[in-house]
């Protein structure tokens, strides 16, 4: 997967964990993240989904260097963020953001929101301290708050406004890329709606380049050009947003799409795609990750190979029998 | 609410808990009572102004002890000296914790199991055996029994502090930071040492209280401050005789009272403060 139009990449990526044991004695390792390799495009909105517990946040984590990967490349416009030195990196940072999910734990409580918003500005000598005042009232303005309440605590704020200042803050520091973790999830939905719509707004406004992770798989559809689907740990499919919702091919994005409820009377009779078991049911030895739980799993599947198949232009799986065109 | 400042607010919350605030006012008389001693006291607390153990009377309205020193004057003296121990052993034991609470929190790892065994290791000491020890070693007075309530309190402080620490650094506040490559000392000085001063502030009024308590225990056993300086504690120290707590109250109750009333006072003024400086208690 090398794009020539590439901001935000990782190759071959991996994060174990080791989980010791009370007495140590026996450590297992848990593969959070196993061999990802994505490349996000300037300007598109990549979304990533998969249940909980997949490796999508961890996964964010890695792509903005706030964990280092067991393995694998972390590649920001070329330059290898995984291995450059501390003081470097700081440098480099402002130009790729994240927006929490919690916004509640997002800011300091005690700290008055243009505080918060400017104090990385100045830090960063984005302009002196009338022009980084100035700036402040802009970005509250960009993302929807009245700027009167600029010298109020975050705790006056609701979630919504809350996630509102992460966005302002995010932006802040003139980013090309945010990566988003779940940034609606904790919110109302009709407030989820204004969020994203933001979002969207701002993407075009000021040519950002998004990665959207969710589980919501509507909110992901809404804003995401190109998606990727998670599971335990790796990717099992992406492609552009409507192909993967139209023409699913991994039995799981099949099973994830079937979850979802759907708002119309005459869909509640359709066929639905549905898997056995729980997710922490380990597969057999080589085999798909699915394989105890896929519907249309076959003695095929039982010798898995984690290769992407390019089943129509821009769309690939792993899935061995998925069909193509 | 709106501009409020935050110190604003806090007072607004302080002033909702009325015993606090009678306590408060208390507190403060008797500091400034204390600390004015030298101009109110009526007669010196070292040298004796009247007959023996006299009771109160217009000149001495305490009283006098049993070599006729005025008990007002003493009591006066006393306090200002037990505030003095049980403000600079709080000092002490809060910087000395705050400092190491944060190191051990923020780096982790091998200095975090070092601070924290030493931390243990200081907790399980006895200390009123250490004050025998130190004071057999050293001479007893005002200054050693400051130094040794400052080094048997702060563990308290630190683990505290580490607590704090530890879950501050996984707050997303504080990632958003590192994603804006903000520097280390920003983190620390500016978003996680503003987080824990509350709690600490709270804490450390709870200290207080203790060290006077201490220090009068201390000074009673004549391990602490040494006569003819009074302090709270000395003075009960010249009550021990069963003829002088049924016969003479003016030599002791005055001081229990004033001890007791100090304690209690910095207790409530401490729980106020732990409310009124939660900013979610909106």
Redesign the interface.
Known sequence: MIDEMAVLEVRHISKDYRISGENSLIAKTFHAVEDVSLSVRKGETFGIVGESGCGKSTLARLMVCLEKPTSGEVLFQGMRMDTMPEGQLRRVRPRFQMVFQDSGSSLNPRKRVQDILREPMLYHRIGNRQQVDRRVDELLEMVGLPVEMKDRYPHAFSGGQRQRICIARALSLNPDVIVLDEPVSALDVSVQAQILNLLRELQEKLGLTYVFIGHGLGAVHYVSHRIAVMYLGQIVEYGSSDELFDHPAHPYTKALLDAAPVAQVDARDRIRTSLKGEMDEEPPRGACPLFNRCPFADASCEKFENRMREIAPGHFTVCSRAKEG | ???KT?FGMIARRFLKHKMAVVCLVLLVILIVLALLAPVIAPYSPTKPSGKFSSPPTAEHILGTDKIGRDMYSRILYATQVSLEVGFLATLISTVVGVVLGLISGYFGGAVDKAIMSFTDMVMSFPYILLVLVAAAIFQPGKWSIILILGFVDWPGVARLVRGNVLSLRE???V?????????RR?ILF??IL??TIAPVLVYATSVFALSILDEAALSYLGMGVQPPTPSLGNLLNGAESLSVLTGKPWLWVPAGAVIILLVMCINFVGDALRDALD??N?
């Open positions: 609410m709106k501009n935050h707050t997303n506040f990632k958003s930071d590192i994603t804006s490559g903000m520097p920003y500016s978003e503003p987080n900013p979610r909106e």
